[in-house]
């Protein structure tokens, strides 16, 4: 059964860049035809899709995040990763991993923008 | 503003049936498939509902969804407070090239 584990830091500085890890366990990232995913969810708000990347490394982004944006794939750690650069307090919220078809999630890590 | 559009609250007593909507256009829930998630607090989406009306195992049978165009429903029967949660429906949109998600249902159980 995949499970899926966030990492990374919970606080970044305004302008700085974000960086969180999905490590993937239970299963081969690059077996299966399957998009791996990033969300976030604002306190009290509702889901932002922010973007994925294929096993074979294609990538879709968030237009309106895509300027910012980088997801990766790391095979040989069985791990994939989000960049958020030039962040603001307005990209303070839950971040969560994904499989696509969205059938499998990690429990989320808090990220807070701020001085 | 979210693309796929929900009432933000529904409720219902113990038993009742409850149902909450979600309306999208032709370039997600017309051409794709709905998803429907549960949310309990401070505790990361659950899929409850797959391909328009498919439930994963384990499940109950007592959450089903359909679809009908661009819109689409997502169904609890035998209401229990245990259902007491927040909803969001998904699907892929084509024009946007990217997931979409409804605003979310607060369900509240009398």
């Known amino acids: 059964q995949v499970q899926l584990q966030e990492s990374g830091p919970g606080l970044v500085r305004p302008s700085q860049t974000l960086s969180l890890t999905c490590t993937v366990s239970?299963?081969?990232?690059?077996?299966?035809?399957?998009?791996w995913t990033w969300i976030r969810q604002p306190a009290g708000k509702g889901l932002e899709w922010i973007g994925r990347?294929?096993?074979?490394?294609?990538?879709n982004y968030n237009p309106s995040l895509k300027s910012r944006v980088t997801v990766s794939l790391d095979t040989s750690k069985n791990q994939f990763s989000l960049r958020l650069t030039s962040v603001t307090a307005a990209d303070t919220a839950v971040y969560y991993c994904?499989?696509?078809?969205?059938?499998?999630w990690g429990q989320g890590t808090t990220v807070t923008v701020s001085s | 503003q979210s693309v796929l559009t929900q009432p933000p609250s529904a409720s219902g007593t113990p038993g009742q049936r409850v149902a909450i909507s979600c309306s999208g256009s032709?370039?997600?829930?017309?051409?794709?498939?709905v998803y429907w998630y549960q949310q309990l607090p401070r505790t990361a989406p659950k899929l409850l509902i797959y391909?328009?009306?498919r439930r994963p195992s384990g499940v109950p049978d007592r959450f089903s969804g359909s679809k009908s165009g661009t819109s689409a429903s997502l169904a609890i029967s035998g209401l229990r407070s245990e259902d007491e949660a927040d909803y969001y429906c998904?699907?892929?949109?084509?024009?946007?090239?990217?997931?979409?998600f409804g605003g979310g249902t607060k369900l509240t159980v009398l």
């Open positions: 990347i294929y096993t074979s490394g294609s990538t």
């Open positions: 994904a499989r696509e078809p969205l059938d499998v």
């Open positions: 032709s370039s997600n829930i017309g051409r794709n498939y």
């Open positions: 239970g299963g081969s990232i690059s077996s299966g035809s399957y998009f």
């Open positions: 391909s328009d009306n």
């Open positions: 998904a699907a892929w949109d084509d024009s946007l090239s990217a997931w979409v």
